[in-house]
């Protein structure tokens, strides 16, 4: 997390517990998490997905938890 913090990276995860660092531990990563919550994927898709919300979609992630299940993209900023 500091490596990411650092070097102004995206934090892309597949663990549900950064929603709790971020809103009651306030880690708050300059450039955002992405939290992919699929069940079950190939090993190319979750690369698919993020090229996906950052390159087509251009979804914004700077100081946002941004959850995606496959279907549907929530955004929360913190």
């Known amino acids: ?10 934090i892309l995860t ?5 929603g709790e660092l971020i809103y009651k531990h ?10 992919l919550r699929l069940l079950k994927f190939t090993p190319e898709e979750p690369a698919m997905h993020v ?4 390159k ?4 914004n992630t ?3 938890l941004t959850v995606f299940n496959g279907t549907y993209i929530r955004q929360r900023k913190y």
């Open 1 to 10: 997390m500091k490596i990411a913090e650092n070097e102004q990276r995206i």
């Open 14 to 18: 597949f663990d549900r517990d950064y």
């Open 26 to 35: 306030n880690f708050k990563p300059q450039k955002g998490v992405i939290y």
């Open 51 to 54: 090229h996906r919300l950052l």
């Open 56 to 59: 087509v979609l251009k979804v």
């Open 62 to 64: 700077d100081r946002t």
